[in-house]
């Protein structure tokens, strides 16, 4: 069973700054990829962020504020978000594509999302 857990939400001002983090556990081959996700009141999911091997992706609204890294050997992806604005203000979910080995012994790849870490920005 794969498990992610997201850390370091919470409510900042305008013009503030965040870390999120987001920690992979259980029985884990290897990591494709990492990347992050928010949901705003009323709206959908959006991507946020995204880290692989070879590349990095970020959405327009964040380009410039927000800088996402991996560390494979730990399991783990960190998110750091300046400048943020109101518009921030939303639910992030640490989304994983990971490939893990079940009890059974059989290789499996999945995607993985955390449980989410509310970030609110006041003006």
């Known amino acids: 069973q794969v498990q992610l857990v997201e850390s370091g939400g919470g409510l900042v001002q305008a013009g503030g700054s965040l870390r999120l983090s987001c920690e992979a556990s259980?029985?884990?081959?290897?990591?494709?990829?990492m990347g992050w996700y928010r949901q705003a009141p009323g709206k959908q999911r959006e991507l946020v962020a995204r880290?692989?091997?070879?590349?990095?992706t970020y959405a327009d609204t964040v380009k410039g504020r927000f800088t996402i890294s991996g560390d494979n050997a730990k399991n783990t992806a960190s998110l750091q978000m300046n400048s943020l604005e109101p518009e921030d203000t939303a639910v992030y979910f640490c989304n994983a594509e990971i490939s893990s080995r079940t009890t059974a012994g059989i290789r499996m790849t999945m995607g993985y999302w955390g449980q989410g870490t509310q970030v609110t920005v006041s003006s």
């Open positions: 259980g029985r884990i081959l290897s990591i494709n990829a």
């Open positions: 880290v692989t091997s070879d590349e990095t």
